[in-house]
């Protein structure tokens, strides 16, 4: 705890996420959404057992080991920040070439909020043609444990300016 008494807000995100087990919500049909919380045990017991077979981990902090899974791809993008503009198009690549092959994907960051629902959303606004409030509309109905902060959500509102404009992909 810091000086005064007040907890830092690392300190807060560790205690709000001290006991988090592991949490996933169906986006569509073949996507998937969570956090990285938990142990293998539950990755294998819960997300193969629904068919997943491929993982996209937007986690700088850790790199997974996820056990059964046929596809793994690491997209290593820090805590609280927007990505750049060139992990964004690899992973959006990546997620594209899985849902033509009718893969179902687990797309995760260690709390399954803030990097999770801003990849989600870009693929929404990029490949589904959807605003940045469409996108976050979405994803707000199918994940309500996603939020953004200023920098995730500029950073979406730019992209789609991006997009529209014929720049992105």
């Not at 938990?38 to 902090?61: K, Y």
């Not at 995760?108 to 409030?133: E, P, Q, V, W």
Request: hydrophobic share 35%; proline share 3%.
């Amino acid at each position: 705890m810091s000086e005064k008494g007040s907890m830092t807000p690392e300190e807060i995100r560790e205690m709000e996420h001290q006991h988090v087990k592991m949490s996933y919500n169906k986006i569509e049909d073949l996507l998937y959404a969570g956090n990285n919380l938990c142990c293998v045990t539950h990755f294998e017991h819960e997300l193969l057992s629904q068919g997943i077979t491929a993982d996209i981990s937007l986690e700088i902090e850790n790199l997974d080991n996820p056990h059964g899974v046929r596809y793994f791809f690491w997209l290593p993008w820090t805590e609280d920040t927007a990505p750049s503009v060139e992990l964004i198009k690899v992973g959006l690549n990546a997620l594209d070439a899985l849902m033509r092959q009718n893969i179902k994907t687990y797309v995760h960051c260690k709390n399954g909020h803030g990097r999770t629902t801003t990849f989600l959303a870009s693929y929404f606004i990029s490949r589904k043609g959807m605003t940045t409030d469409q996108a976050l509309a979405v994803l707000r109905e199918r994940r309500p444990s996603g939020h953004l902060n200023k920098i995730q959500e500029t950073f979406l509102k730019e992209f789609e300016e991006t997009n529209k404009q014929g720049e992105l992909l």
